[in-house]
């Protein structure tokens, strides 16, 4: 029998965070989105009603904090507390208040960290229980992306949180290969697509959940070269770019520099209680600089695989899969963290491995 809930998300609402930086396209992005028809049953949160340009699609107000959209998705401000609105509305649409609705895209502000909406939908039971986190989608300005990566750590850690990176205004920069680079780089895990006036097939978006079964072995094996990524910081440190002002090159990745994405994988069933010693050390000492940690477990006495999912201190529990995602089965754990290296993740393993 195992220790571990089995995975129950498909019965839970999946939550997917819109986020970006101001000006890079979340509401044209949401606008498209809500067009699609496999879109009409989802409800929309955004951080301020007056922000976003959804009045032409807006048929009829339910009340003054719901609308239900021409597309038939329902668009909720958040004029209190995160938790109470996704709660009201789950409340709502069982009372049959609101029309049915399968998913919520959440569209954040772009100033917004999006960790604790993460961290909130990984593990407050009055939430988590009914919601799950799927797709964390972050928008990217390709004219402006440079100066405010570097200027603006918000801007940093929404793309070292997502599971998709859409550039947006591609068109208007003749050579973006060093703004590919360094996206790779301050998050190789996550796919990149480019997107034009907001145009994106919603079935490239969603649908990551705890573990992307889009993520074949190929791309992992990539994450365990570590000189890969060495090549890949050298040839966004070659590129060439300069600040408008002037300034030496030395100030590029002011803000990302200390970034860190890395993969562990073990090639031997793992003891559980090693690994979870291992996680919680990790949590009291360093959660502030554990932007995300994400993988699946080959746990001994477990016949199917085990996700974790953690953003900060918080943890998602785990869960056992029904099946593995491909045909690799060793375990597999991503870290995005701020100056944690690989060598210290790994050197706390060995202490509480040796602890076991």
């Given amino acids: 029998m195992s220790l571990f809930e089995s995975d129950k998300s498909a019965e839970r609402t999946p939550v997917s965070l819109i986020t970006g930086f101001l000006g890079s396209g979340k509401t044209t992005l949401l606008n498209r989105l809500l067009r699609h028809d496999a879109m009409k049953d989802s409800a929309v949160v955004i951080n301020e009603y007056g922000e976003v340009s959804l009045d032409h699609l807006l048929v009829e107000r339910v009340d003054g904090e719901v609308a239900v959209l021409a597309s038939g998705c329902i668009c ?4 209190s507390d995160l938790e109470e609105t996704l709660r009201a509305l789950l409340v709502r649409r069982d009372r ?85 680079l360094r996206l790779r780089r301050l998050n190789p895990g996550a796919r990149i697509e480019n997107v034009a006036h907001g145009e994106v097939d919603p079935a490239q978006l969603f649908g990551a959940a705890l573990i992307d079964p889009e993520k074949k072995t190929a791309d992992i094996e990539r994450w365990l070269n570590e000189q890969a990524f060495a090549d890949v910081a050298k040839a966004a440190h070659e590129s060439g770019h300069h600040h408008d002002d002037g300034h030496a090159h030395h100030e590029h990745h002011s803000h990302d ?29 360093r959660g502030e600089d554990l932007l995300r940690v994400k993988g699946i477990l080959n746990l001994r006495d477990e016949e199917t695989p085990v996700a974790i999912h953690g953003v900060h201190h918080v943890f998602h529990p785990p869960v056992a899969l029904a099946k593995w995602p491909d045909a690799d089965r060793r375990s597999r754990i991503v870290f995005i963290t701020r100056g944690i290296t690989r060598h210290e993740v790994l050197d706390l393993w060995q202490e509480a491995h ?3």
């Fill in 76 to 79: 909720c401000t958040i004029r």
């Fill in 96 to 180: 049959g208040e609101v029309p049915p609705f399968r998913r919520i895209l959440v569209e954040t502000t772009g100033l917004a960290d999006p960790a604790p909406i993460a961290q909130l939908l990984l593990n407050n039971p009055l939430v988590s229980h009914f919601l799950r986190l799927d797709t964390v989608v972050t928008t990217v300005d390709a004219v402006n992306a440079a100066r405010q990566l570097d200027r603006q750590y918000e801007a940093v850690k929404q793309v070292a949180l997502a599971d998709r990176l859409l550039i947006t205004k591609r068109d208007l920069v003749n050579d973006t290969d060093a703004l590919d």
């Fill in 257 to 285: 520099a200390s970034i860190l994405s890395f993969m562990i994988a073990f090639d031997d069933p793992l003891d559980w209680m090693a690994v979870s010693r291992w996680l919680a050390h990790l949590r009291a000492t």
């Fill in 354 to 356: 040796a602890s076991a």
